[in-house]
């Protein structure tokens, strides 16, 4: 068994542990500070129905815009425009889209790089590069609408920006990372 | 900043819509009222009373891309064909598309009347001796602003998602919230921050170390880390709440929200197990084998997102936003 395995194994049982393990250690923990705990309980979850609603026009917004980009074929534009700066750095011309995208859209990008990987297979360098900037990132635009529509801020500041440099230099460290081990 | 990046995703959105909608109506792309000519292996012969043959259109890849001028499919075409005849050489057509159709006529067909199917005018039919085939030349219905009926579709299909994404939360929602506030009353969530006041003091030096935004921040992290998104989005919500709190301007975002949500969208995943499932799903030898690589490429993210957001909350334009009226 080699240390990936190992590092594997041990970080999956925990994810398995996890959520039962908080659970139980919650309960007695006010079990033993005598808290109410169903009355404790009920006062919190009251709050779940108001946050899940108040997120609703925020990412309504979101999703429209994200949705007519998406059909359009702007993003074929948009490849075609930015592939000769990207081949600058090495960087696949089919793995372009999969950078734009995933900032933009979860099932998109995950669509995308099942794709990707169906067409050059998942252990080629490009299906390595795909399914490592997917994980390398979450979809930024939806975080920020549920984030910050559950408080209702419209005024988001830096957020969108500091959120895609934070993507742009996730999948420019896939890229290098990728390029370092896997690249011919 | 928001603002234009929303406005200019709709604005280019429908620039390009019109745009490749108008370039497909001057080079007819669809070739509405151009004749196609194929052969048709009829299985079923018309029973007295209804003149409709049912089979099969056969046609080359080759003869196929070139009359759409389209890189041609990878292996001869058959597609299903029901042909019913008012007259010895007219009559109106069928296509029933399915997985094994062509990509294109499927394409086409998402903006036709009926979405899996594409319907169609006779121009002429010439059986063969035997009556089991035939060579027919047949036009399509047109179609039209492919683009623009797919953007109306998608604004209206992602605006039905959106609601069910939320709703879907309520349950989670309502079950973490719930677990949160019994760790609160206990004292439990008061002992997890301080353990990690050290770093959050550096992290978020706008946030009393004691303050219960600490601990959800926390909570929300370590779920996150751990790929547990139903434990982390709930812990999240209740952290950006507890930051609200400390917000001296409602509505507006604080310099420790733009921290943690970049925290967030860096997506530091020890096991990014959704690209884990997809990779073993078609078929990789290593599905695991991204496991370092996703760790180095989120940490890249992370880092520079917190540092962007660290040095982008000094610009005078984002300090301004923060100042609170007292006129």
Not at chain 2, 61 to 83: C, D, M, T, V, W
């Amino acid at each position: 068994m080699t240390v990936g395995d190992l590092f594997r194994s041990i970080i999956s049982f925990i994810s398995v542990i996890a959520i039962p393990a908080m659970i139980i250690i919650f309960l007695a923990w006010g079990f033993f500070k005598k808290v109410k705990m169903y009355e404790v309980f009920v006062e919190g979850a009251k709050e779940g129905f108001d946050t899940a609603v108040r997120i609703i026009p925020y990412l309504v917004a979101m999703l429209f815009a994200i949705g007519v980009f998406r059909a359009s074929g702007a993003m074929d534009v948009l490849t075609s425009v930015l592939s000769p700066v990207t081949d600058l750095i090495g960087m696949p011309s089919e793995a372009l889209p999969m950078a734009l995208l995933r900032p933009l859209s979860g099932s998109g990008s995950l669509g995308l790089m099942t794709e990707i990987m169906k067409v050059h297979g998942p252990d080629s360098f490009l299906g390595v590069l795909v399914s490592t900037m997917y994980g390398s990132s979450e979809t930024t635009f939806y975080v920020l609408a549920v984030y910050f529509g559950s408080v209702q801020i419209k005024n988001t500041r830096h957020a969108v920006a500091a959120g895609l440099i934070a993507d742009f230099f996730g999948m420019l460290g896939a890229l290098f990372i990728c390029k370092i081990l896997f690249g011919s | 900043m928001l603002n234009y990046i929303w406005l200019s995703l709709i604005a280019i959105a429908i620039l390009t819509a019109v745009g490749n909608d108008i370039r497909d109506e001057s080079r007819n792309t669809y070739r509405n009222a151009i004749p196609f000519e194929a052969k048709f292996n009829i299985q079923k012969t018309p029973v007295p009373g209804r003149q409709t043959w049912e089979g099969e259109l056969v046609i080359s890849p080759e003869a196929f891309g070139q009359f759409y001028n389209i890189k041609s499919e990878e292996k001869e075409i058959r597609q299903s064909l029901s042909l019913t005849l008012s007259s010895a050489s007219e009559g109106v057509l069928l296509l029933a598309l399915d997985g094994a159709s062509p990509a294109f006529w499927r394409q086409m067909a998402k903006s036709a009347t009926a979405r899996d199917r594409l319907s169609g005018k006779v121009r002429s039919i010439e059986f063969s001796e035997d009556k089991s085939s035939a060579n027919v030349r047949f036009v399509l219905e047109p179609i039209h602003f492919v683009k623009l009926k797919a953007i109306t579709q998608a604004a209206l299909d992602f605006a039905n998602t959106a609601v069910e994404i939320s709703i879907g939360l309520i349950g989670i929602m309502a079950l973490w919230l719930g677990l949160i506030k019994i760790a609160e009353e206990a004292g439990l969530v008061k002992v997890l921050t301080k353990i990690l006041a050290p770093i959050t003091k550096r992290v978020f030096p706008d946030v009393p170390p004691n303050h219960p935004a600490v601990g959800a921040m926390i909570m929300n992290i370590a779920a996150n880390m751990l790929g547990l998104n139903n434990a982390a989005t709930p812990m999240g919500l209740k952290a950006m709440k507890e930051l609200n709190k400390l917000n001296p301007k409602i509505g507006t975002a604080t310099n420790a929200m733009v921290t943690f949500l970049t925290i967030n969208t860096g997506g530091l995943v020890l096991i990014p197990a959704t690209a884990i499932a997809v990779r073993a799903a078609s078929g990789s030898a290593n599905p695991g084998i991204i496991i370092g690589t996703s760790i180095v490429g989120a940490t890249c993210a992370t880092v520079a997102g917190v540092a962007a957001a660290r040095i982008l909350q000094r610009l005078p334009k984002y300090k301004k936003d923060m100042e609170v009226d007292r006129g």
